[in-house]
């Protein structure tokens, strides 16, 4: 898995969580991300198999302090990388 930096960024901040996945279309907490960062990489971990499959095309940041997955990840975990520049 590699994670694509689309532009250069200046006085920029990298977030990171590992939180809960959830129902597609679900608001998923994420504490200090904004509607103005950039999603970097959301890869979601299986707990069965602990294999990581790449939801960063069907993820977006839609609201302050959320994201949401047009996949169903309720029973696994997602690991999120963003930069935020604000």
């Known amino acids: 898995m590699s994670v694509k930096i689309t532009k250069p960024y200046k006085n920029c901040r990298l977030g990171s969580a590992m939180v809960a996945g959830a129902a597609a279309n679900t608001d998923i907490a994420i504490a200090g991300i904004n509607v103005a960062d ?9 707990t069965s198999t602990a294999l990581p499959t790449d ?3 069907t993820s977006a940041i839609l ?9 169903a990840t309720d029973s696994d975990v997602l690991l999120v990388l963003w930069v935020s520049t604000t």
């Open 38 to 46: 950039e999603l970097l990489a959301v890869w979601e971990l299986a």
């Open 55 to 57: 939801r960063t095309a």
């Open 63 to 71: 609201t302050a302090g959320n994201i949401q997955c047009t996949d």
